[in-house]
């Protein structure tokens, strides 16, 4: 063991202080993040296999919170269950396992993929999170990506779940050759553009990965200097230890445990039920039988792939974005440059930004409703809570 001081906290094992992470949960809300080259000795970039763990709040009697939710089949809303989020851990298995023989699973070492096999529960299934070390500008509102004056920002991690990276990694090359007038095959550099995020809708937490600008950091030397040496210190840096944290939380195999049959419960409640309130006085008298567990598995992961699909687990295509306005002069305050902004009232432009499923909630445990679940929480504030 180490030889201790009274300056360590010694609390828990594994006690890392999260590093702060972007986040954009207020609808019109905008994130100009660029990512610089990394320091010597440093990762671009942290990933792990990370179970994210949800499922339907229930009331006291068991029959599941409602909410009304998009259905992109009519474009209407429909009512659907209020998915609660129970902890993002990470996976336990070995990543050997789940790339090889595993098929995205490794059910002997890891609670989560074993009950996510024997359940059938398809959103159980580890999936990769990332956390990428980026600046984030300040602007001159939460609204604008117009770099203010003087010119400064911040370190922080960008959390991205797996659609979320595959949506940056695809279109972000072909976005910057755009920009840059570079040839089809060009090589391209992340640092040469700054990124920019855009909150579509709050209370979902939809995030939207816009074209990038042009790199302010790059193009002005009055924010180069600043943001080059805020990147320089590699005491500003998030440690490896908190990228891995801001993945999820270490999957200690007791909690985990606990957390997988804590969504297994609610979700067998809730799909008991179903989303019909009229039928539910019909099932609560019915005497409870117990059906063939298969069909109970082959229902809830149907149950789980509808609610993927109509928008609580995947992210709406983009609104339309705002066309870059002109932006007000160096003078009047902020950097001259390409910006968005909120409310132009101008035609929007011609292509749609793709749809990014940049972060969710961070792990936290649940904000369980008192006296085993009354509460008819919005997303909203569960998602607040769970912050
Ligand atoms: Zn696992």
């Not at 101008?346 to 792990?363: E, I, W, Y």
Request: a negative charge; one cysteine or more.
């Amino acid at each position: 063991m180490p030889r201790g001081t009274y300056e360590d906290t010694l609390t828990t094992a594994e006690q890392v202080t999260p590093f702060d992470y972007i986040k954009l949960d207020t609808t019109g809300d905008y994130a100009r993040i660029c990512i610089p080259a990394p320091l010597p000795g440093h990762v671009p970039f942290w990933w792990e296999y990370v179970h994210s763990i949800k499922a339907p709040w229930l009331n006291d009697d068991g029959t599941p919170v409602l909410i009304s939710i998009p259905n992109k089949r009519d474009g209407g809303t429909k009512l659907g269950y209020n998915l609660g989020f129970i902890g993002q851990r990470l996976c336990l298995g070995r990543q050997e396992v789940i790339e090889g023989t595993g098929r995205g699973l490794d059910t002997e070492a890891c609670e989560a993929c074993h009950a996510a096999l024997e359940f059938g529960i398809t959103s159980l299934r580890p999936e990769r999170r990332f956390a990428v070390p980026v600046i984030k500008y300040n602007t001159t509102s939460r609204t604008s990506t117009e770099v203010r004056k003087p010119p400064n920002g911040d370190i922080l991690v960008w959390r991205l779940n797996q659609r979320g990276w595959n949506e940056f990694k695809g279109t972000t090359p072909g976005a910057i050759r755009e920009l840059l007038d570079l040839a089809e095959d060009a090589p391209v550099d992340f640092a040469d553009v700054d990124l920019v995020l855009f909150c579509s809708e709050g209370t979902f937490q939809r995030v939207d990965l816009k074209p990038p600008l042009r790199s302010a950091r790059k193009r002005y030397p009055e924010i180069g200097v600043v943001l080059d040496a805020l990147w320089a210190e590699p005491a500003n840096h998030p440690s490896e230890a908190q990228l891995r944290a801001a993945c999820g939380r270490d999957g200690d195999a007791t909690f985990m445990a606990a957390d997988v049959k804590n969504a297994v419960d609610r979700w067998r409640s809730a799909e008991k039920f179903g989303t019909d309130p009229e039928k539910w006085a019909a099932v609560a008298t019915a005497t409870p039988v117990a059906g063939p567990q298969q069909d109970v598995a082959a229902q809830l992961d149907s149950l789980m792939a509808d609610v993927d699909r109509n928008g609580m687990d995947e992210f709406a295509p983009a609104s339309v974005p705002p066309p870059a306005a002109p932006s007000a002069s160096f003078d009047e305050g902020g950097f001259d440059d390409d910006t968005y902004a909120a409310a132009t009232g101008q035609p929007p432009a011609a292509a749609a930004a793709p749809a990014l499923s940049a972060d969710r909630s961070p792990a936290a445990p649940p904000p369980v409703p008192a006296a085993n679940g009354s509460g008819a929480k919005s997303f909203a504030e569960i998602m607040e809570g769970a912050s």
